[in-house]
């Protein structure tokens, strides 16, 4: 199975202040079809979690532009521009490249 | 408005089964690939398994710790999915949560409880 690992696991930010979380998978997310089946979610307390990005850079509909998602092959990364109160949340990476897809362990944001 | 409602879910022993359901509106849910993704109590997520939808073929795929034990199948009349659970363990005690196929719709999960 491709392992994703995330860093940190742990992500205290000031408000207002940038906040990036990495994430690493085993092996190439490169699909035969040319795209890169990498998504991020964010994960609220006590909420289902949503998806913010797929295809590594695409941001889903009504997810704020502070959002932005980067990489390719193996690496990638979220970038939160400015973080506000209402990101903190858990955020996970998964591959949908290969079967089974598999999540990073996830990152916990949260406020200083 | 577009939304997933899972139901289900409950408490039982080891060894034992059951049914969870998920009601889809808002979307077509005949051509939709669905999922099922569970998370532990405190844990991360897990991609439990997947199913095609009927025009793809409607094949299903499942994680190596629910194949064998765990079946995904759709009635499209009712625009439904629903997760046979079987031989269940302890370790099966989650959230499940029905989502469309690429995760970019979830329900709010149902949890099933796996304790003697």
């Not at chain 1, 079809?33 to 006590?46: A, C, E, I, K």
């Not at chain 1, 295809?55 to 973080?83: A, C, E, H, M, W």
């Not at chain 2, 405190?42 to 094949?59: F, R």
Request: glycine letters at 12%; one cysteine or more.
């Amino acid at each position: 199975d491709v392992v994703m690992t995330q860093s940190p696991l742990s992500l205290p930010v000031t408000l207002g202040q940038p906040a990036s979380i990495s994430c690493r998978s085993s092996q190439s997310l490169v699909y035969s079809d040319g795209n890169t089946y990498l998504s991020w979610f964010q994960q609220r307390p006590g909420q289902s979690p949503r998806r913010l990005i797929y295809k590594v850079s695409n941001r889903d509909s009504g997810v704020p532009d502070r959002f932005t998602g980067s990489g390719s092959g193996t690496d990638f990364t979220l970038k939160i521009s400015r973080v506000e109160a209402e990101d903190v949340a858990v955020y996970y990476c998964m591959q949908g490249t290969h079967w089974p897809f598999t999540f990073g362990p996830g990152t916990k944001v949260d406020i200083k | 408005e577009v939304q997933l409602v899972e139901s289900g879910g409950g408490l039982v022993k080891p060894g034992g089964s059951l049914r969870l359901s998920c009601a889809a509106s808002g979307f077509t849910f005949a051509n939709a690939w669905m999922s099922w993704v569970r998370q532990a109590p405190g844990k991360g997520l897990e991609w439990a398994g997947l199913i095609k939808s009927k025009p793809d073929g409607g094949t299903t795929d499942y994680a190596a710790p629910v194949k064998g034990r765990f079946t995904i199948s759709r009635d499209d009349s009712k625009n439904t999915l629903y997760l046979q659970l079987n031989g269940l363990k302890t370790e099966d005690t989650a959230v499940y949560y029905c989502a469309t196929g690429a995760l970019g719709l979830w329900g709010r999960g149902t949890l099933v409880t796996v304790s003697s």
